[in-house]
């Protein structure tokens, strides 16, 4: 059984740009969550999503970042017009239908120049 | 908002000796989770408590929650440098979606 999945694994942008990270939670795992790991900073909660549904996103900066579960295809968590202060690392998470433990994949590393 | 305290932030122990990672919460907790990450990589799930008292064991590495579910430790015995990383503890306060983190103890395993 795979566990979650994420890529890229690196991520190069210039700023203005745009990123896209892509999570494919572990197979029977409905629930997804994206973290945001900041240099030097603990792991900060971001977007909790289910299939086609946004569940909690307070975590989320309130402009340029969106994140969305489709019914097919892996979660994405996208940022617009990036910026130097978006450079961190994502991860993403996923638990079973009954909330139980979350399991996190090998995170995104976005670098932004 | 819930917040947790890990100590020490920083801990550099001899191969072979035992040590302990401290994590506090603000608030009492519905369950308590620890996971270590690597430098560089993702979180590996260690073990999750929820029952006050609760104590669990894997391998070399022993984690407790207290009775008032608001405190909780890591005990590794017989360190070896496998267990070098950063450990985190999370809780989950109210049953719901997001796990907030603690900062880390980056732990350093000397040969």
Request: proline content about 5%; hydrophobic content about 30%.
């Amino acid at each position: 059984n795979a566990g979650v999945m994420q890529n890229p694994r690196h991520l190069v942008r210039r700023r203005g740009q745009e990123a896209r990270l892509r999570c494919s939670p572990m197979k029977g795992h409905s629930h997804v969550y994206w973290y945001r790991q900041l240099p030097e900073e603990g792991l900060k909660f971001m977007v909790y999503l289910q299939k086609e549904n946004i569940i909690d996103e307070s975590g989320m900066p309130k402009e340029r970042f969106s994140a969305e579960f489709p019914k097919e295809g892996p979660s994405i968590l996208r940022i617009q017009q990036v910026v130097r202060g978006d450079s961190a690392a994502y991860f993403c998470a996923s638990s079973p239908p009954v909330l139980d433990t979350q399991y996190f994949g090998p995170g995104t590393r976005l670098t932004v120049l | 908002s819930q917040e947790l305290e890990q100590s020490p932030q920083s801990l550099i122990v001899q191969e072979g000796k035992n040590l302990t990672i401290n994590c506090t919460s603000s608030k009492t907790l519905y369950g308590l989770y620890w996971y270590k990450q690597k430098y560089g990589e993702g979180l590996i799930f260690l073990m999750m408590l929820q029952k006050g008292g609760e104590e669990k064991s894997h391998e070399k590495i022993t984690a407790k929650l207290d009775e008032k579910k608001q405190q909780s430790s890591l005990h590794i015995t017989a360190s070896q440098p496998s267990h070098a990383g950063i450990y985190l503890c999370g809780a989950d306060g109210n049953r719901d979606d997001k796990i907030i983190f603690g900062k880390g103890t980056r732990l350093h395993i000397l040969p």
